[in-house]
């Protein structure tokens, strides 16, 4: 048996209300500290091998303007990215207009790196659901 004994620090939330492009939409702000340099965990959040080891299979073209799949479920766009510090993503779910996720990468004062995700629903059931709250 292993035993996993490097424990996470807590994640910050704050919820509140964002303009997306399909309108008026909930969000989710979250926040976590991580020991690694902003160069690595960029890497982890926008290169398909790293992201595989964490999330789903991603494939596609990741670049800004680019498309990409996750898994067998779904597909987005790339509609900004700012190496190393930005990447602003869509992923439209049914019928229903495009969810926005931004992440933004900020040094910590302790040194490492505080990705901070914005999660932009225009369901406003949904944000607050995938927070946990």
């Given at each position: ?21 399909a ?8 926040r ?45 766009e ?40 914005v999660?932009?629903?225009?369901d ?10």
């Open positions: 048996m292993t035993e996993n004994s490097v424990a996470l620090e807590p994640v910050e939330r704050e919820t509140g209300s964002k303009l997306i492009a309108g008026a939409a909930r969000s989710i702000v979250m976590r500290h991580y020991d690694s340099p902003i160069e690595d965990v960029w890497a982890a959040c926008t290169e398909p091998n790293r992201i595989n080891r964490w999330f789903d299979d991603v494939s596609g073209d990741l670049r800004e303007g680019g498309t990409f799949s996750l898994g067998d479920y779904f597909t987005g790339v509609l900004a990215c700012r190496p190393p510090r930005m990447y602003r993503i869509s992923w439209p779910c049914g019928d229903r207009p495009a969810d926005e996720v931004e992440l933004r990468l900020e040094p910590s004062p302790s040194g490492g790196t505080v990705p901070v995700i999660a932009k629903d225009s406003r059931s949904v944000a607050y659901t995938s927070a946990g709250s």
